[in-house]
Nanobody, 125 residues
Framework: QVQLVESGGGLVQVGGSLRLSCADS????????MAWFRQAPGKEREFVAI????????VYADSVKGRFIISRDSAKNTVYLQMNSLRPDDTAVYYC??????????????????WGQGTQVTVSS
């Protein structure tokens, strides 16, 4: 069972930084590919970043590449999203998600069965 709880959202000025955390209180964190998605007002949820079970492989959406960093700490059952050089169009609710399929590694929402409750990130200009 995977239970995800995000934290770290808030209000930040353009160019600022935030670090989001997503803790898994279940028992399958090490067996799950983890990802971050976001949903801006009036828009569909979109992929942001993904990290493999080992933490070695990471993929980013073009819109955040070079600014965001995804990482995971297996000892803490936590995945992070370090967000730098934030822009107003980064404003959204950010969700972490887990793909516990044996060979899962997907950027598609439909492939994720476990989701956190979301955390709001607002970038003000």
């Amino acid at each position: 069972q995977v239970q995800l709880v995000e934290s770290g959202g808030g209000l930040v000025q353009v160019g600022g930084s935030l670090r989001l955390s997503c803790a898994d209180s279940g028992r399958t964190f090490s067996a799950a590919t983890m990802a971050w998605f976001r949903q801006a007002p009036g828009k569909e949820r979109e992929f942001v970043a993904i990290i493999s079970r080992s933490g070695v492989t990471r993929v980013y959406a073009d819109s955040v590449k070079g600014r965001f960093i995804i990482s995971r700490d297996s000892a803490k059952n936590t995945v992070y999203l370090q967000m730098n050089s934030l822009r107003p169009d980064d404003t959204a609710v950010y969700y972490c998600a887990a793909d516990a399929r044996p060979s899962g590694y997907s950027t598609y929402i439909k492939d994720y069965d476990y989701w956190g409750q979301g955390t709001q990130v607002t970038v003000s200009s």
